[in-house]
């Protein structure tokens, strides 16, 4: 290779170097480019505010209520036992039905000062429970005790009815509907996050107890095995 064509190629990685330091430092800094950091990475650290990212953290139980507006709730680092540092979500967008207590939201939106982020953007990740139903009441059973089953732990399964599942924070989440009597239905009230998988027409276990109203206060919501 003569010095000329030497020289011509050291120009041009040089200005791929640029390029593409340039780039990277562009890519840093942008307001607009999403990261994916943890709670820890994020809490406290000045070097984020301002800037768009991208964070996935477990909802805070009770941390919530659907009724504010804009909609107010705190996230921690999964596995967190309420210790860590926790970051407060601002969200203006719609809730999806599957929020609730205990799921991973992944939360993208502009970092402000005091550990705050204002989005509304957000998806919900729930990971699917498995439990028989060999020990279950059916709905018409569970109805037909349901004066001497009052706040008693037990377990009912049945179908999810049709349309019936919303967003949490209300007296209903969904119905659930007897697998052999289609006319038997009862509300289930349950404030945790709901998997993708369960859906209308999913067969479910539910672990709770009925209250004073004969509405089923859910604990645990699984997929019939």
Request: aromatic share 6%.
């Amino acid at each position: 290779m003569n010095s000329r064509a030497r020289n011509r190629l050291i120009g041009i990685s040089a200005i791929l170097i640029i390029v593409i330091a340039a780039a990277l430092i562009y890519f840093y800094n942008d307001p607009g480019t999403a990261r994916n950091l943890t709670v820890a990475d994020i809490y406290g650290n000045d070097e984020f505010i301002g800037k768009t990212v991208k964070v996935s953290g477990t909802v805070i139980s009770g941390s919530w209520d659907k009724n504010t507006n804009p909609m107010t709730f705190m996230i921690a680092d999964p596995g967190d036992d309420g210790s860590g540092p926790q970051i407060t979500v601002i969200y203006t967008g719609m809730m999806p039905s599957t929020f609730g207590d205990g799921v991973e939201a992944i939360i993208t939106g502009i970092l402000e000062e005091g550990n705050v982020i204002k989005t509304n953007n957000m998806i919900t990740k729930c990971p699917s429970k498995y439990a028989t139903s060999d020990d279950s009441y059916q709905v018409s059973e569970l109805k037909s005790r349901q004066e001497e089953m009052i706040n008693i732990p037990t377990r009912v399964t049945g179908i999810i009815k049709d349309g019936s599942i919303v967003a949490p924070g209300g007296a209903v989440r969904f119905v659930l509907v007897d697998v052999s009597d289609p006319n038997s239905e009862m509300n289930i009230r349950w404030d945790g996050g709901i998997p993708d998988d369960i859906k209308d027409g999913s067969r479910v276990v539910i672990t709770g107890e009925l209250d004073e109203n004969f509405a089923f206060v859910a604990t645990e919501v699984a997929l019939a095995k």
